[in-house]
């Protein structure tokens, strides 16, 4: 994993996307040198941007987002909670207006825009946690991530970041109309 602006390239070409990694880690001790020599053997190669796109309503006729499709919390480690907590409070909406849609994706975007924004925010930090722009900085991400008293306190916080009252829906399937 490296920080970069982003990056212009043929996605569909290996080399490219070899000499890509190449560049980014020349120079680096240790293990580097090593490591960068067996790109050329790697008959398959996954390259890609950690990224997130955002939208700015979930729903539009009778199509609605969940999950990483509407909000995506990437690499901050809230993208499956909010998933599993947006089906149910879509779910639940869905039950509640008797089947509208438009009643029911309004209500559930209501509800959790905000409760989404802040799993988000956790995903911003991440990122240039886990990348670093600078030795420095790499050092300490290794100090923190090799001892468990931190790496708690880290896992602590996200848990913290954002939090939603979830409603008691009515369940069985009588209040959906068709």
Partial sequence: MFAAHELSYDRRDPEQRKRLIADAFSGLGWEVPRLLGTLDQAPDLYFDSISRADVGTWSTGRVCLVGDAACGATIGGM????????AYVLAGELARAQGDHRVAFARYES???KYARGCQSGGERTGKFLAPGTAARI?????????PLFLNGMLRLGQKVSSVALPDYPTGSSHVSR
């Fill in 111 to 113: 509800r959790l825009h």
């Fill in 79 to 86: 993208g499956t909670g909010t998933a599993v907590v947006a």
């Fill in 139 to 147: 050092r300490l991400r290794n100090a923190v991530l090799s001892r």
